[in-house]
C-alpha cells in the first residue's frame, strides 16, 4: 500500500509542476522535498511516472521551473557528498535525485537554447556559505564533483574501513580513496568483499555519470573531431580528485569479471548477478572518458621499467585528460596480463559451447570491450607489444572472427564488423601478429565456415572469404581492409591448408573477372592486394606452402587472364554489358564450400525493426594506413606517401568510403578522364592500360614456367592422378635462383586519423544508445550524432 501511495503522490507532485504556470520559489522546500523526499521510487518508476511530453511542456512553458527542479536536485546531491549519506533517509535523496536527473538532462540537452544551462550557476546559490557569486561553480561542475565523491562514499557506495560503530564517521573530505579502489587489479590487490547495495548504488551514480556525458550525441557530428566533450574534460581532469582511484575502480571491475563463476550449470537462471550491471555502466563511462583524438594529440610514449607503481612516472606529461593520461602510463607486466586476460576471458563468453543448452552465462557488452580494447592499444603501445608478445594475442583474435562471421549477414551489425577489422586492422601492422598465425588452431568454436585442419592463419583467410562472398552490400568498403590485413600477414605465414589457398584463389577469380574489373574505380584495388599476398608467401615462405603454390599451378588460367586482360573498347563494352545481365556481386561458384562446423548456426540477416544507428563514413584504406617497409634486420621504416603508393592506388582515384552516396562517387568520378559527361562509370582503354602495366605478375608467371612442366611432366611419366603426390613433389621442390630478386616487404600500418576517430565516436555512443533500454534513458530524444533507423 506504502508503495502505491508514494507513486501517487510522486505523479501528484510532477503534475503540479506541469500545470503550475507561476515559479515555484527555490526556498519552497514542501514543494521540492515532495520529488526526493519519498522511498519508494524506483528508476523505472521514475520513468513511467514522469512522461516524456511532460517534461518538454515544462521545458517550453515554465522553464524556472524546470531550472529549479534540476538545481534543487543537484544541490541534494552535493549536500550528501558534504554530509557522507549516513543515514538511509540521506541515501534515498541521493538516490531519488540520481533519478530525476538521469530523466530530466536528456531533454535538456536537447534543446540549444538550455544547452549553457548546467554551465552557468544559478543566482544567489554560492550566499548562503557567504560566498560571492563570482566563486560559486558552475552547476555542471558541482555535479559531477558530487557525483566522483559519492563514488567513493563509505557504507552507501565502498566498504566502511571504521573497526567499529563507536569510531567517528569518516570524514569524506578527508578520505583517501586510493584506499577504497573497488576491484583489484590494476595498482590496488586488495579485493574488498562483494555488497550487492554498493553495486546497485554505484551502478546509478555511473548511469547519471554516463547521462551527463551524453550531451555530445545532441551535437551534429563535426568535421574537426578536436571538439572536446566539456563534461568529460572537467570529469577527466585535475580538478576531480578522484580521477586515478575511479579510473582504476573502473578498470579492475571490468576486467575482473568474470560471468561464468563457479561454472555451475544454469546458476544464472537462479541468482541474479548484481556485478553485470554495474560492470556494463563502467564500460560504458570507460570508453566515454577515454574518447580523445589521439591524431591530434600525441598521447605519451611508454618507456619506463617495469618495476614500482603501476603508473609510469618516468614519461614526459602527457594529455589532460587524466583517464587518458593513466591508460597511457601503465607499464607493469602483471597489469598487462591483467587487463589482457580479463579481456579476452569477456569477449570469449559469448563462444562458450556446453552440453546442456544456454546453461552458460552470456554477457551481451562484446562492442563496448571492443572499443576499450581498441583504446588500451590505441594510446599504450607497450600494451600493444604485450598483447603481441606472446599467443594471448589469439584469444582476442578468434572471438573477434566469430563476431565477424556471425554478423556479416546483419544490416543493424555494420559497426561491430567495422571495429573488428580495424582492430584486426591494427594488430596486423607488426611482425609478430603475422608470426603469431602460425599457431594450429585447435579450439573448435563452432562457426558457419568449411572445417578445415590448419592455423589460425587459416581461419582469418577463410571468416574473410566468407564476409566477402556472403556477407551484405553495405560490407563493400571493408574489402580493401580486409585484404590489407591479409597483405600484412602474408610474408610470415609459414604453410596455409588446401582450404585457406584454395580459398585466396577463388577470391582472385571473383576479382578479376573483367566485368568486376570495368564497373568499379577502386576494384582492381583488390586484384593488387591479393596479388602481393601470392608474391610475398611466394618469395618469403615458399618452403611450407606447397598447397598454395599447387592452387595457383591448378588456376593459372586466371593469371594468364589478367595477362592477357583486354583494353580495346568493344571488350570493355561487352564486359560491362555482362555486369547487367548478372548483377550478383561476386561468384561464389568454385568457392567449394564444403561442410560447415558442427554445431554453428548461419549467419542470420537482422530481423525486420531491428533499431540500427547511422555511421559516419570511415576513411578510404590509403587514409587509414601508412606505408612502412621491413629491412633485413627486422626494423621498419615508414615511407615517403608517394614512394609507398602501390601502383593501383597511384592509378586511380581513392576509393570512396562506406557512408557516401553513389552520387559522391560519380562527382568524383566525372572529374576523371575516365569518366563520361554524364556521371556513370565509364572505363577507357587508358584507364585500363594505367593499372594493367603495372599488375605484379612477373613473380607467378615464373614460377609457373618453372613448376608447370615438371608438375604436367610428373604426371605423365608417373601416371598420377592423386594429389598427394604432387602436393609430395611440390614440397620438396626449391625456385632458388629461378625467381626474380625478392622484392622489400611492405606493411601497410593503421595511422590515427581524424576521420577514424569521429567514426569511433558516433559508434560508441550509437551503441551505448542502443543498449540502454532499462530504463530508455535516451530512446525518443532528438539526438543529432546519428540516425536512428529500423531494418
Given at each position: 500500500?506504502?508503495?502505491?501511495?508514494?507513486?501517487?503522490?510522486?505523479?501528484?507532485?510532477?503534475?503540479?509542476?506541469?500545470?503550475?504556470?507561476?515559479?515555484?520559489?527555490?526556498?519552497?522546500?514542501?514543494?521540492?522535498?515532495q520529488?526526493?523526499?519519498?522511498?519508494?521510487?524506483?528508476?523505472?518508476?521514475?520513468?513511467?511516472?514522469?512522461?516524456?511530453?511532460?517534461?518538454?511542456?515544462?521545458?517550453?512553458?515554465?522553464p524556472?521551473?524546470?531550472?529549479?527542479?534540476?538545481?534543487k536536485?543537484?544541490?541534494?546531491?552535493?549536500?550528501?557528498s558534504?554530509?557522507?549519506c549516513?543515514?538511509?533517509?540521506?541515501?534515498?535523496?541521493?538516490?531519488?535525485?540520481?533519478?530525476?536527473?538521469?530523466?530530466?538532462?536528456?531533454?535538456i540537452?536537447?534543446d540549444?537554447?538550455?544547452?549553457g544551462?548546467?554551465?552557468?550557476?544559478?543566482p544567489?546559490?554560492?550566499?548562503?556559505?557567504g560566498?560571492e557569486?563570482?566563486?560559486?561553480?558552475?552547476?555542471?561542475?558541482?555535479?559531477?564533483?558530487?557525483?566522483?565523491?559519492?563514488?567513493?562514499?563509505?557504507?552507501?557506495?565502498?566498504?566502511?574501513?571504521?573497526?567499529?560503530?563507536?569510531?567517528?564517521?569518516?570524514?569524506?573530505?578527508?578520505l583517501?580513496?586510493?584506499?577504497?579502489?573497488?576491484?583489484?587489479?590494476v595498482?590496488?590487490?586488495?579485493?574488498?568483499?562483494?555488497?550487492?547495495?554498493?553495486?546497485?548504488?554505484r551502478?546509478?551514480?555511473?548511469?547519471?555519470?554516463?547521462?551527463c556525458?551524453?550531451?555530445?550525441?545532441y551535437?551534429?557530428?563535426?568535421p574537426?573531431?578536436?571538439?572536446?566533450?566539456?563534461?568529460v574534460?572537467?570529469f577527466?581532469?585535475?580538478?576531480?580528485?578522484?580521477?586515478?582511484p575511479?579510473f582504476?575502480?573502473?578498470?579492475?571491475?571490468?576486467?575482473?569479471y568474470?560471468?561464468?563463476?563457479?561454472?555451475?550449470?544454469?546458476n544464472?537462471?537462479?541468482?541474479?548477478?548484481?556485478r553485470e550491471?554495474l560492470?556494463?555502466?563502467?564500460?560504458?563511462?570507460?570508453?566515454?572518458?577515454?574518447?580523445?583524438?589521439?591524431?591530434?594529440?600525441?598521447?605519451?610514449?611508454?618507456?619506463?621499467?617495469t618495476?614500482?607503481?603501476?603508473?609510469?612516472?618516468?614519461?614526459?606529461?602527457?594529455?589532460?585528460?587524466?583517464?587518458?593520461?593513466?591508460?597511457?602510463?601503465?607499464?607493469?607486466?602483471?597489469?598487462?596480463?591483467?587487463?589482457?586476460?580479463?579481456?579476452?576471458?569477456?569477449?570469449?563468453?559469448?563462444l562458450?559451447?556446453?552440453?546442456?543448452?544456454?546453461?552458460?552465462?552470456?554477457?551481451?557488452?562484446?562492442?563496448?570491450?571492443?572499443?576499450?580494447?581498441?583504446?588500451?592499444?590505441?594510446?599504450?603501445?607497450k600494451f600493444?607489444?604485450?598483447?603481441?608478445?606472446?599467443?594471448?594475442?589469439?584469444?582476442?583474435?578468434?572471438?573477434?572472427?566469430f563476431?565477424?562471421?556471425?554478423?556479416?549477414?546483419?544490416?543493424?551489425?555494420?559497426?561491430?564488423?567495422?571495429?573488428g577489422?580495424?582492430?584486426?586492422?591494427?594488430?596486423?601492422?607488426e611482425?609478430n601478429?603475422?608470426?603469431?598465425?602460425?599457431?594450429?588452431?585447435?579450439?573448435?568454436?563452432?562457426?558457419?565456415?568449411?572445417?578445415?585442419?590448419g592455423?589460425?592463419?587459416?581461419?582469418?583467410?577463410?571468416?574473410?572469404h566468407?564476409?566477402?562472398?556472403?556477407?551484405h552490400?553495405?560490407?563493400?568498403?571493408?574489402?580493401?581492409?580486409?585484404?590489407t590485413?591479409?597483405?600484412?600477414?602474408?610474408?610470415?605465414l609459414?604453410?596455409?591448408?588446401?582450404v585457406?589457398?584454395?580459398?585466396?584463389l577463388?577470391?582472385?577469380?571473383?576479382?578479376?573477372?573483367?566485368?568486376?574489373?570495368?564497373?568499379?574505380?577502386?576494384?582492381?584495388?583488390?586484384?593488387?592486394?591479393?596479388?602481393?599476398?601470392?608474391?610475398?608467401?611466394?618469395?618469403?615462405?615458399?618452403?611450407?606452402?606447397?598447397?598454395?603454390?599447387?592452387?595457383?599451378?591448378?588456376?593459372?588460367?586466371?593469371?594468364?587472364?589478367?595477362?592477357?586482360?583486354?583494353?580495346?573498347?568493344?571488350?570493355?563494352h561487352?564486359?560491362?554489358?555482362?555486369r547487367?545481365?548478372?548483377?550478383?556481386?561476386?561468384?561464389?561458384?568454385?568457392s567449394?564450400?564444403?561442410?560447415?562446423?558442427?554445431?554453428?548456426?548461419?549467419?542470420?540477416?537482422?530481423?525486420?525493426?531491428?533499431?540500427?544507428?547511422?555511421?559516419?563514413?570511415?576513411?578510404?584504406?590509403?587514409?587509414?594506413?601508412?606505408?612502412?617497409q621491413?629491412s633485413?634486420?627486422?626494423?621498419?621504416?615508414?615511407?615517403?606517401p608517394?614512394?609507398?603508393?602501390?601502383?593501383?592506388?597511384?592509378?586511380?582515384?581513392?576509393?570512396?568510403?562506406?557512408?557516401?552516396?553513389?552520387?559522391?562517387?560519380?562527382?568524383?568520378q566525372?572529374?576523371?578522364?575516365?569518366?563520361?559527361?554524364?556521371?556513370?562509370?565509364?572505363?577507357?582503354p587508358?584507364?585500363?592500360l594505367?593499372?594493367?602495366?603495372k599488375?605484379?605478375?612477373?613473380?607467378?608467371?615464373?614460377?609457373?614456367?618453372?613448376?608447370?612442366p615438371?608438375?604436367?611432366?610428373?604426371?605423365?611419366d608417373?601416371?598420377?592422378?592423386?594429389?598427394?603426390e604432387?602436393?609430395?613433389?611440390?614440397?620438396?621442390?626449391?625456385?632458388?635462383g629461378?625467381?626474380?630478386v625478392?622484392?622489400?616487404?611492405?606493411?601497410?600500418?593503421?595511422?590515427?586519423?581524424?576521420?577514424?576517430?569521429?567514426?569511433?565516436?558516433?559508434?560508441?555512443?550509437?551503441v551505448?544508445?542502443?543498449?540502454n533500454?532499462?530504463?530508455?534513458?535516451?530512446?525518443?530524444?532528438?539526438?543529432?550524432?546519428?540516425?536512428i533507423?529500423?531494418?
Amino acid at each position: 500500500m506504502g508503495t502505491a501511495d508514494s507513486k501517487l503522490n510522486f505523479r501528484k507532485a510532477v503534475i503540479q509542476l506541469t500545470t503550475k504556470t507561476q515559479p515555484v520559489e527555490a526556498t519552497d522546500d514542501a514543494f521540492w522535498d515532495q520529488f526526493w523526499a519519498d522511498s519508494a521510487t524506483s528508476v523505472q518508476d521514475v520513468f513511467a511516472l514522469v512522461p516524456a511530453a511532460e517534461i518538454r511542456a515544462v521545458r517550453e512553458e515554465s522553464p524556472s521551473n524546470l531550472a529549479t527542479l534540476c538545481y534543487k536536485a543537484v544541490e541534494k546531491l552535493v549536500q550528501g557528498s558534504e554530509s557522507g549519506c549516513h543515514s538511509e533517509k540521506e541515501k534515498q535523496i541521493v538516490l531519488n535525485c540520481c533519478r530525476l536527473l538521469t530523466r530530466v538532462l536528456p531533454y535538456i540537452f536537447e534543446d540549444p537554447d538550455w544547452r549553457g544551462f548546467f554551465w552557468s550557476t544559478v543566482p544567489g546559490a554560492g550566499q548562503e556559505g557567504g560566498e560571492e557569486d563570482e566563486n560559486a561553480r558552475p552547476l555542471a561542475e558541482s555535479l559531477l564533483l558530487a557525483i566522483a565523491d559519492l563514488l567513493f562514499c563509505p557504507d552507501f557506495t565502498v566498504q566502511s574501513h571504521r573497526k567499529s560503530a563507536v569510531d567517528s564517521a569518516e570524514d569524506i573530505h578527508s578520505l583517501d580513496s586510493c584506499e577504497y579502489i573497488w576491484e583489484a587489479g590494476v595498482g590496488f590487490a586488495h579485493s574488498p568483499q562483494p555488497n550487492y547495495t554498493h553495486d546497485l548504488n554505484r551502478t546509478e551514480l555511473l548511469k547519471l555519470l554516463l547521462t551527463c556525458f551524453s550531451e555530445a550525441m545532441y551535437l551534429p557530428p563535426a568535421p574537426d573531431s578536436n571538439s572536446a566533450n566539456p563534461w568529460v574534460q572537467f570529469f577527466c581532469s585535475t580538478e576531480n580528485r578522484h580521477a586515478l582511484p575511479l579510473f582504476t575502480s573502473l578498470l579492475n571491475i571490468v576486467c575482473a569479471y568474470d560471468p561464468v563463476g563457479y561454472g555451475i550449470p544454469y546458476n544464472h537462471w537462479l541468482f541474479s548477478d548484481y556485478r553485470e550491471p554495474l560492470v556494463e555502466e563502467a564500460a560504458q563511462v570507460l570508453i566515454v572518458t577515454l574518447d580523445y583524438d589521439s591524431a591530434t594529440s600525441a598521447s605519451p610514449t611508454i618507456d619506463g621499467t617495469t618495476t614500482g607503481t603501476a603508473m609510469d612516472d618516468s614519461d614526459p606529461p602527457g594529455p589532460e585528460n587524466l583517464f587518458v593520461n593513466y591508460l597511457s602510463r601503465i607499464h607493469r607486466e602483471e597489469d598487462f596480463q591483467f587487463i589482457l586476460k580479463g579481456v579476452a576471458r569477456l569477449l570469449s563468453n559469448p563462444l562458450l559451447q556446453t552440453y546442456l543448452p544456454n546453461s552458460a552465462k552470456k554477457i551481451q557488452f562484446h562492442q563496448e570491450l571492443l572499443v576499450l580494447f581498441w583504446k588500451l592499444c590505441d594510446f599504450n603501445k607497450k600494451f600493444l607489444f604485450f598483447v603481441l608478445k606472446s599467443s594471448d594475442v589469439l584469444d582476442i583474435l578468434v572471438p573477434i572472427l566469430f563476431f565477424l562471421n556471425d554478423a556479416r549477414a546483419d544490416q543493424s551489425r555494420v559497426g561491430l564488423m567495422h571495429i573488428g577489422v580495424f582492430i584486426l586492422l591494427l594488430l596486423s601492422g607488426e611482425r609478430n601478429f603475422g608470426v603469431r598465425l602460425n599457431k594450429p588452431y585447435s579450439v573448435r568454436v563452432p562457426m558457419d565456415i568449411p572445417v578445415f585442419t590448419g592455423t589460425h592463419a587459416d581461419l582469418l583467410i577463410v571468416v574473410f572469404h566468407k564476409i566477402i562472398t556472403s556477407g551484405h552490400q553495405r560490407l563493400q568498403p571493408l574489402f580493401d581492409c580486409l585484404l590489407t590485413i591479409i597483405v600484412n600477414v602474408s610474408p610470415y605465414l609459414k604453410s596455409l591448408s588446401m582450404v585457406a589457398a584454395n580459398k585466396l584463389l577463388h577470391l582472385l577469380e571473383a576479382f578479376s573477372t573483367t566485368w568486376f574489373l570495368f564497373s568499379a574505380v577502386q576494384n582492381h584495388h583488390l586484384v593488387f592486394f591479393l596479388l602481393e599476398v601470392f608474391n610475398n608467401i611466394i618469395q618469403y615462405q615458399f618452403d611450407g606452402n606447397s598447397n598454395l603454390v599447387y592452387a595457383i599451378i591448378r588456376k593459372r588460367s586466371v593469371f594468364h587472364q589478367l595477362a592477357n586482360l583486354p583494353t580495346d573498347v568493344p571488350s570493355i563494352h561487352k564486359a560491362l554489358q555482362r555486369r547487367r545481365r548478372n548483377p550478383e556481386t561476386l561468384s561464389r561458384t568454385n568457392s567449394q564450400e564444403g561442410v560447415s562446423m558442427e554445431g554453428s548456426c548461419p549467419a542470420a540477416p537482422a530481423e525486420p525493426g531491428t533499431l540500427k544507428t547511422s555511421l559516419v563514413a570511415t576513411p578510404g584504406i590509403d587514409k587509414l594506413t601508412e606505408k612502412s617497409q621491413v629491412s633485413e634486420d627486422g626494423t621498419m621504416k615508414s615511407l615517403e606517401p608517394e614512394s609507398g603508393r602501390s601502383p593501383a592506388e597511384s592509378s586511380s582515384p581513392a576509393r570512396t568510403s562506406e557512408r557516401e552516396e553513389p552520387g559522391q562517387a560519380c562527382r568524383e568520378q566525372q572529374q576523371s578522364p575516365t569518366a563520361s559527361t554524364g556521371g556513370q562509370w565509364n572505363p577507357t582503354p587508358d584507364w585500363v592500360l594505367s593499372w594493367k602495366s603495372k599488375l605484379p605478375l612477373q613473380t607467378i608467371m615464373r614460377l609457373l614456367q618453372v613448376l608447370v612442366p615438371q608438375v604436367e611432366k610428373i604426371c605423365i611419366d608417373k601416371g598420377l592422378t592423386d594429389e598427394s603426390e604432387i602436393l609430395k613433389f611440390l614440397q620438396h621442390g626449391t625456385l632458388v635462383g629461378l625467381l626474380p630478386v625478392p622484392h622489400p616487404i611492405l606493411i601497410r600500418k593503421y595511422q590515427a586519423n581524424s576521420g577514424t576517430a569521429m567514426w569511433f565516436r558516433t559508434y560508441m555512443w550509437g551503441v551505448i544508445y542502443l543498449r540502454n533500454v532499462d530504463p530508455p534513458v535516451w530512446y525518443d530524444t532528438d539526438v543529432k550524432l546519428f540516425e536512428i533507423q529500423r531494418v
